[in-house]
């Protein structure tokens, strides 16, 4: 089996419905990937090298049976008054008028556009073949998709990619987030109709003739010649374009239309995977306004966020699963809300500042019971323009803070492409190797000494990790490293010294020891995960790893 991967990296797809200019398409159909493919050729590859490995890429393509899909569910871009899943309304100036009076940017008439948007829960896509590729096919249709810059409309900026050999485990990670769609035997057992380019030799011939590249250049190479020509020789070649052209200007038309063949969704393609005891539907907190705040504040953020929320309660009494704490005072021994830190990390030139914050609730508790108990800890604040809802967070009494006296501003992230680390799916894809993001407060300290035994000391703290991991709901990790420095660029040292982590105090007035560690596992897991005796207040929490699991799959 192989695949080609298309990740949408605005986190949205812009394509039209073949059927309803209104409705967005999704899952994308594989003749818009094909498509895609092959306006790359046009663009990168020499037109009079018909022996190219591209070409053959492509005319071997076509030839291939349709493809499985694999897709997130995913929800249509809505006007914001209405709330209703209708495409905006977008009056574009027109470009090809050739009336003098649109001419000129100003004067130039508008008409109304749509671009129907889907925003999928998961930004990847997968498209997957039965059989071996060729080698030279594979060569071609690497070339081709690593320039692939858009799959639909051009706003849908992708990255594209092939993979040679999938194997089941990578076929798992296909199946766990996604759902599974296969072409059906007939159109009574469809769900859905999938526009294909399949058994159809010659579509690529086809692009070609009916874009008329080389008819388009020869009309308009001879307009030239005749405009330059004098005399005897402009009557010749006007007498040539006439009879060469009778018809006047050649017209470029679009591509032909591809087969569409039934599809049905494969009942239980998406695989349960093991989970946390935390809902990977996250509540995403961004920080609107308020100093810069580094990663280092996570437990002084934390905290401040907890007293808001608690305050907003009668006589502080907020439930056990925000508060921790049973009605008796005495700690609760389910899980409850962890607040967990979203910075920018992991990505190069990052520096750890955080850019929001996230509220991690357990999965046992409804959606409606999170925004009856947080319903009134939002406030509404006027800015001017309009009313908004935020939480407001006074940090004066925190000396790590570099400005004591202001606030931080905290709304819910709602834009259509927020940043990375405020999109929730950042921290919650199902990934096989996690890396720590803030460090893991041990919940014991390690009886081995790690000056003079530090291989023991080591494979004992990777078993309270592994411990750790198994009290969230997790199973034990295959294997687990760990570290003072952190194994994500941007994220500080797990100890104070040096401008690292402040150590994480307990209850006995004593401290506990922080190690940064990257946890495998030997199947991908779903997020949030936060480990250790810091996980509801932001210490503990990781981020997945896409290239070190893919690295580690390479090598098996």
């Known amino acids: ?307 808001r929320i608690h305050d907003a309660f009668p006589d502080r009494k907020s439930p056990a699963w925000l508060s921790g704490h049973e009605p008796d005072g005495s700690p609760t021994e389910r899980p409850h809300l962890a607040i967990l830190p979203l910075p920018f990390v992991g990505r190069r030139h990052a520096d750890g500042h955080l850019l929001g914050i996230a509220l991690a609730f357990p999965r046992d508790i409804s959606v409606r019971d999170r925004g009856m108990a947080l319903r009134s800890v939002f406030e509404e604040i006027d800015d001017g323009d309009e009313s908004i809802r935020a939480i407001r967070l006074d940090l004066r009494n925190y000396r790590r803070l570099r400005n004591e006296t202001a606030q931080l501003q905290l709304v819910r992230e709602d834009r259509l492409t927020p940043p990375l680390s405020l999109r929730a799916s950042s921290w919650t894809r199902a990934c096989s190797v996690w890396e720590t993001v803030t460090p893991i407060a041990l919940d014991r300290f390690p009886k081995k000494d790690r000056n003079k035994e530090r291989a023991a000391w080591r494979d004992e703290v990777a078993g309270i990790i592994s411990q750790s991991c198994v009290n969230v709901g997790l199973p034990e990790p295959w294997q687990v490293h760990v570290h003072h420095n952190a194994f994500l660029e941007g994220a500080p040292k797990a100890l104070p010294k040096s401008g690292g982590f402040p150590l994480m105090p307990t209850a006995e007035s004593g401290t506990r020891f922080q190690v940064h560690a990257r946890v495998e596992f030997a199947e991908p897991v779903v997020g949030p995960i936060t480990l250790g005796a810091g996980r509801f207040v932001g210490y503990g929490f990781c981020r997945p790893n896409f290239n070190q699991c893919r690295a580690r799959r390479e090598q098996q």
């Open 1 to 307: 089996m192989w695949a080609i991967g298309v990740k949408y990296l605005r986190g949205v797809c812009v394509a039209t419905d073949s059927g309803q200019w209104a409705k967005a398409e999704w899952p994308p159909h594989a003749s818009r990937l094909f498509m895609a493919l092959a306006a790359t050729y046009f663009e990168t590859v020499d037109e009079g090298n018909k022996s190219s490995d591209e070409r053959r890429a492509l005319e071997w393509l076509e030839t291939q049976q349709p493809p499985r899909v694999f897709a997130s569910d995913a929800s249509m871009r809505v006007e914001h008054a209405s709330r209703r899943a209708e495409p905006v309304t977008v009056f574009v100036p027109v470009n090809d008028s050739t009336r003098a009076d649109q001419l000129f940017a100003d004067s130039r008439s508008r008409q109304p556009r749509h671009f129907p948007t889907s925003i999928p829960d998961d930004d990847e896509v997968f498209f997957m073949w039965k059989g071996n590729l060729p080698e030279d096919v594979r060569s071609g249709l690497q070339r081709l998709a690593t320039n692939v810059s858009r799959v639909g409309h051009s706003s849908s900026l992708v990255q594209v990619w092939l993979e040679a050999d999938v194997c089941e485990d990578r076929l798992g990670e296909f199946r766990s987030c996604r759902e599974e769609w296969q072409p059906t035997e007939g159109d009574s057992s469809a769900e859905r109709h999938f526009r294909v380019v399949a058994k159809a030799e010659g579509m690529l011939r086809l692009c070609e003739d009916n874009y008329n590249r080389a008819g388009i250049e020869a009309f308009v190479d001879l307009e030239d010649a005749i405009k330059a020509a004098k005399g005897k020789n402009k009557k010749e070649l006007k007498d040539k374009l006439e009879a060469q052209f009778p018809d006047g200007t050649p017209r470029a038309v679009g591509p032909p239309n591809p087969l569409s063949v039934g599809y049905a969704r494969v009942d239980g393609s998406k695989r349960s995977l093991p989970t946390s005891v935390f809902d990977d539907d996250m509540m995403i907190l961004s920080i609107a306004e308020g100093p810069s705040v580094s990663l280092e504040s996570t437990l002084q953020i934390a905290g401040a966020l907890r007293k």
